[in-house]
């Protein structure tokens, strides 16, 4: 769902009372560089290279809309292990719904829809709200540097011998156990 009421660094809103009724509405955005440095900052990543969403706004029915678009952005995030930059291509594709008797769930324990690309209708779409949710949806959780691995870290207090990653092995006493228990049939 794209978000309200809150302040976007892009915008790029089109009236539903001016698309055609019958025919598809086609679009393709992409913001200035000025407004990729905003989105840069707005996503909490180092670099918006480029972004563009490209689709169309199809009628359906007599009141409500379909959005299919394609995503394309190349980002720079920050490798969760070094922190150097990784570059990023996204390319994805995006559908909205957006239906006049849409209603949303109700209740305390409301279930998340199986169908989470229905919204309402609004009086207007933002095209640049619906791209910036959909780079948002499409970011790497966890950006990794190619080779980068995690290194193993011991602690451990003066005088302790230090624990490591093969000793918290569930099985790692019983592996031992039946080496010492071979060796001493082997002698």
């Keep these: 769902m794209t978000e309200t009421g809150i302040d976007l660094p892009w915008s790029h809103p089109v009236r539903v009372a001016d698309l055609p009724g019958r025919k598809p509405y086609r679009f393709d955005i992409a913001p200035d560089a000025q407004a990729l440095i905003a989105i840069a900052e707005w996503a909490d990543i180092p670099k918006v290279e480029k972004l563009r969403l490209k689709g169309e706004i199809t009628p359906r029915g007599k009141h409500d809309m379909v959005l299919t678009a394609q995503i394309g952005a190349?980002?720079?995030?920050?490798?969760?292990?070094?922190?150097?930059?990784?570059?990023?291509?996204?390319?994805?594709?995006?559908?909205r719904q957006y239906l006049h008797d849409w209603q949303p769930p109700t209740g305390e324990e409301a279930e998340m829809?199986?169908?989470?690309?229905?919204?309402?209708?609004?009086e207007e779409i933002d095209l640049a709200a619906v791209a910036l949710e959909a780079l948002e949806l499409s970011l790497p959780l966890y950006p990794r540097k190619d080779g980068a691995e995690l290194?193993?870290?011991?602690?451990?207090?003066d005088g302790v011998k230090p624990m490591t990653d093969e000793d918290t092995k569930p099985f790692a006493n019983l592996r031992d156990l039946i080496q010492k228990k071979g060796e001493s049939d082997g002698a």
């Design 113 to 122: 829809p199986e169908d989470d690309t229905q919204e309402a209708l609004p």
């Design 74 to 95: 190349t980002v720079t995030q920050e490798c969760i292990i070094t922190l150097e930059p990784v570059r990023t291509r996204i390319d994805e594709p995006v559908t």
């Design 151 to 157: 290194s193993q870290t011991v602690v451990a207090a």
